[in-house]
C-alpha cells in the first residue's frame, strides 16, 4: 500500500458519461480553494482522478471538460452498431474495443508513465475476474489500471495485468470511498455521479428492472463503508444537480450534453460547499 495521506482526499466515483458532472464539482471545490492530498477514482472517476493527480491546478476542470468533447472521447461510445454486432456474433463478450479508450488515456499520459510518477498520491480500483474482489492500485504502469478500473462487463472486454483479468471497479466499489479511509484521509470529498442522490422507483419494466439492480447494488456498497468511517474523519458528498432531459440509450452512451452536466454539477456543488462553510445562500 504505497498511497498514504493525512489530509484531504477526493475520490471521484464512477458512473461513464455521467462522469462529466465531475467537472463542475472539481471547479466548485478548486475555486473554494479546497485541493486534494490524495485522489482515489473508479471507472470514468479513474481516468478523471489520474488528470487532477497529475497536474491538481485550478485549470485541471476546464482541460477535463475538454477532454470529454474530443473526437477521441466521443469514439469510446460512439463505436458502430454494426461493429458492436459483429462482435456479438463472433461470440465475444463484449461489444465495444478497448482501443478507443486506450487512446483517450494515451492521449494525456504516455505509455509508460507510471502510477508513482504523478505529482499526487493515485488509487484506483478495479474487480478482480478469478479472486472475485476489489484489487486496488497505487503503482506500476498507469494506463492498464485505468483501462482496467473501466471494463464495463459486457460492453468492454477484461483487462489482463499480471495473468490476472479485471472488470470495472465500480462492480465492487463504485464510489471507493474505503480506499481513501485506509489511507488516513481526514477529510473526504465524494464526487459521485449520480449513484447517490438518484431517486429509486419500484421498476415497471425488465430495463427499469436492471438499472434497479445496478443502482442498489452501487448504493449498498457505499452505504457500508460510511458506516465503516472511523471518528475523526469527515465525509462530504457533492450534489450532481440533476441530470439533463435525455433517457434511454442516449443517456447512457452519448457525450452530448457534457457541459450541461458539468454546469448542473457545479451550480448544486457552489450551494452545497458554501453550506458546508456555514456561508449564507447566494
Given amino acids: 500500500m504505497r498511497a498514504t495521506s493525512t489530509g484531504t482526499a477526493f475520490v471521484f466515483a464512477g458512473g461513464g458519461n455521467r462522469g462529466a458532472v465531475h467537472v463542475g464539482q472539481l471547479r466548485a471545490l478548486f475555486e473554494r480553494g479546497i485541493t486534494p492530498d490524495l485522489v482515489v477514482g473508479t471507472s470514468v472517476g479513474a481516468l478523471n482522478g489520474a488528470v487532477v493527480a497529475r497536474d491538481p491546478h485550478p485549470g485541471v476542470a476546464h482541460e477535463m471538460l475538454e477532454m470529454w468533447q474530443t473526437d477521441e472521447a466521443r469514439a469510446v461510445f460512439g463505436q458502430s452498431w454494426a461493429s458492436q454486432a459483429?462482435?456479438?456474433?463472433?461470440?465475444?463478450?463484449?461489444?465495444?474495443?478497448?482501443?478507443?479508450?486506450?487512446?483517450?488515456?494515451?492521449?494525456?499520459?504516455?505509455?509508460?508513465?507510471?502510477?508513482?510518477?504523478?505529482?499526487?498520491?493515485?488509487?484506483?480500483?478495479?474487480?478482480?475476474?478469478?479472486?472475485a474482489t476489489e484489487q486496488s492500485f497505487d503503482h506500476g504502469p498507469l494506463v492498464p489500471a485505468v483501462v482496467a478500473s473501466a471494463s464495463v462487463p459486457g460492453l468492454l472486454p477484461p483487462t489482463i495485468i499480471n495473468h490476472e483479468h479485471y472488470l470495472d471497479g465500480g462492480l465492487v466499489a463504485s464510489v471507493p470511498l474505503g480506499q481513501a479511509v485506509r489511507r488516513g484521509a481526514t477529510t473526504i470529498y465524494v464526487l459521485q455521479a449520480g449513484q447517490l442522490d438518484k431517486q429509486l422507483k419500484v421498476p415497471t419494466s425488465m430495463v427499469e428492472t436492471l438499472n434497479v439492480y445496478v443502482d442498489i447494488t452501487r448504493r449498498h456498497s457505499f452505504t457500508h463503508a460510511m458506516d465503516h468511517v472511523p471518528e475523526g474523519v469527515t465525509v462530504h458528498v457533492l450534489p450532481t444537480g440533476g441530470r439533463p432531459r435525455v433517457r434511454g440509450l442516449k443517456a447512457l452512451m452519448s457525450l452530448e450534453h457534457t457541459e450541461e452536466r458539468a454546469e448542473l454539477a457545479y451550480r448544486a456543488s457552489v450551494v452545497e460547499l458554501d453550506r458546508i462553510a456555514g456561508l449564507p445562500p447566494a
Fill in 86 to 131: 459483429g462482435r456479438v456474433v463472433r461470440g465475444r463478450t463484449y461489444t465495444l474495443s478497448a482501443r478507443p479508450l486506450v487512446d483517450l488515456i494515451s492521449m494525456h499520459f504516455p505509455p509508460r508513465t507510471r502510477i508513482e510518477d504523478l505529482e499526487l498520491p493515485f488509487v484506483t480500483v478495479a474487480t478482480s475476474i478469478e479472486r
